[in-house]
């Protein structure tokens, strides 16, 4: 019982499920905008991962510095991605449907060319590099204070980003858009203007996840694929397209893994996990958080 | 005296299905236009396609005195041209406030939202008291009410309003009917699709008849409203 309640795994537990927040948040705000289902979501992660690493090892730039320009080079790609593959998409294809089965498989092509781009440019050996790694106690917790700078980034970016949404012309038209696109048309929303908007953030923030993973986790061409995975299971745990919903589901899951990892053993992590998602959605199919939907 | 609205021979409808062969009429300024007919005639096929949703494949459409046609819906809306639509539509997990905030989201009405919305409850102090609830939890005649104060908070020259009675109670439906007049005098030309065949014509200055797509009769409210052409055919069904 006093593991339970100890100090040192809520830390664990709040730096893990803000991480999962902040991977879900960028997945869920393109879904939710564009009905864009992004399974290349990991990759970017990778990519703002390497690019946290490049910059450490050539300049000494530390991530935390350098996370506008990581977010910078993500918003980049994922504008060349639009203009070049989804605007197409978004405009000539119907219904909604489609855009969504053919998203799934453009961007299954996006994920396989960057993942072999970054092999191909940097090899496909796991790297890693020290920065912000000595050790802190407080409260009866030792923590690294990469993980302090993780966890405190996380949590302003998401009460950012929800600030935005709810105050701001541009985020309560991104609301707008994401519950009914025929009504966001009607009010006068620029509903091109918003999804271009979406995507850009969307794909920044992605980039800011990884560059804060890359300071604890080892980076690999390779590694997006269990984030895309975490990712899906965060945004229909929160309900998709329900930003809030999706934060909420992030933090908890991070919650659930570090507990049961504990309770359990490591080996059950898995099962349980995702013995969870499907229980969920097997009691609510619209997810935890989700509200149902006449559309 | 002019015409905010005039739409020429336009022919639109669903991909390969036409819906509207060539329609034709004007709305005067300041005025309320009604476009009655039965269900399925094209009405709200017709307001989707005046607001932007649905393109017009041939024809044309003024507002204003500009072409707007080829303009998509968030620039026409920036001109002026607003729609209430069937169904209302209302975002129903955000809040009654900021449902009403989107509405003015087009530069024209951006920065009046303040002084907008106060004018908004005051016309409908229903939505005052409900501000803080999510639209989704509203009556049906508050949802409409919703839409309309939505409607204004773009602050529109014209309003379409597609069936906005459609399954209120009775109270309620005269209620926003009274309210129309109001707009109208503070310089909101209207145009008006409903079933309510007898309270429409009493209420419009003007009337087209719809029917298959096609205008087949209009005159003043007055005169159609005494037709027993137009009282034999529509009244029957007008609650179907
Ligand atoms: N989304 C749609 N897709 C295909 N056909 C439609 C759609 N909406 C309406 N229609 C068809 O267009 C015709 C006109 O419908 P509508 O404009 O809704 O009529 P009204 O508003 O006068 O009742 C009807 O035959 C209807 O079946
Ligand atoms: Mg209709």
Redesign the interface.
């Known amino acids: 019982m006093d593991l339970l309640l100890s100090p040192q795994l809520l830390f664990s537990a709040l730096v893990l499920g803000s991480t999962y927040a902040l991977v879900a948040l960028g997945l869920n705000l393109v879904y939710g905008t564009m009905r864009l289902l992004n399974i290349a979501h990991g990759d970017l992660i990778m990519v703002g991962a390497y690019a946290a690493f490049w910059f450490f090892t050539l300049s000494g730039l530390s991530p935390i510095i350098g996370l506008p320009l990581i977010a910078l080079i993500c918003a980049g790609l994922g504008l060349i991605l639009y203009f070049a593959i989804f605007r197409h998409q978004l405009e000539n294809v119907h219904p909604v449907e489609r855009i969504e089965a053919n998203s799934l498989l453009l961007f299954f092509a996006v994920s396989v060319i960057v993942q072999n781009v970054v092999a191909l440019s940097f090899s496909g050996s796991p790297r890693a590099y020290r920065h912000l790694d000595e050790v802190y106690h407080l409260l009866g917790v030792s923590m690294t204070a990469n993980r302090i700078a993780a966890l405190v980034v996380a949590v302003t970016l998401l009460s950012a980003v929800v600030l935005f949404l709810n105050r701001s ?1 541009y985020g ?2 991104i ?2 858009l994401i ?2 696109k ?10 091109s203007k918003i999804q271009i908007l979406s995507f850009t953030i969307g794909f920044a923030i992605a980039g800011v996840a990884g560059a804060l993973i890359s300071m604890t986790e080892q980076i690999s061409p390779f590694m997006g694929f269990p984030f895309t995975i975490v990712a899906f299971v965060v945004i229909i745990l929160g309900g998709l397209g ?1 930003i809030k919903g999706g934060i909420a589901a992030g933090l908890l899951l991070g919650f659930v893994e570090i507990y049961v990892v504990v309770l359990t053993s490591a080996n059950f992590r898995s099962i349980l996990i995702y013995g969870l998602f499907v229980g969920v959605l097997l009691l609510r199919p619209q997810g935890l958080f989700g ?1 149902t939907r006449a559309s | 005296m002019s015409d905010i609205l005039s739409v020429h021979k336009v022919e639109s409808g669903y991909g390969e299905v036409g819906v509207l062969h060539g329609m034709d009429l004007q709305c005067r300024t300041s005025k309320v236009t009604a476009l009655v007919g039965s269900n399925g005639a094209g009405k709200s096929t017709l307001m989707r396609t005046i607001a932007g949703l649905l393109p017009n494949t041939k024809g044309s459409i003024h507002f204003d005195g500009e072409v707007i046609d080829k303009l998509p819906s968030h620039a026409r809306v920036e001109k002026g041209l607003i729609m209430v639509p069937e169904g209302r539509l209302v975002f129903s997990d955000l809040t009654v406030a900021d449902n009403l905030r989107t509405g003015s989201v087009n530069v024209r009405a951006r920065e009046h939202w303040q002084s907008t919305i106060t004018e908004v409850y005051d016309l409908f102090p229903r939505l005052y008291e409900r501000q803080r609830q999510l639209a989704g939890s509203l009556s049906g005649g508050e949802q409409q009410m919703l839409a309309l104060g939505r409607g204004l908070m773009g602050l529109p020259k014209m309003l379409l309003l597609d069936e906005p009675t459609l399954g209120l109670a009775p109270a309620i439906a005269k209620q926003i009917f009274k309210v129309m007049p109001a707009l109208v005098e503070r310089g909101i030309s209207i145009f008006l699709a409903e079933q309510d065949l007898y309270r429409t014509l009493e209420i419009a200055d003007y009337a087209f008849v719809v029917e298959n797509g096609k205008i087949i009769m209009h005159d003043t409210g007055k005169v159609l409203k005494n037709d027993p052409k137009i009282t034999n055919a529509y009244l029957g069904d007008s609650k179907s």
């Open positions: 012309h309560l038209s609301s707008a519950q009914n025929t009504a966001a048309k009607i009010v006068g929303i620029n509903v329900n509200k």
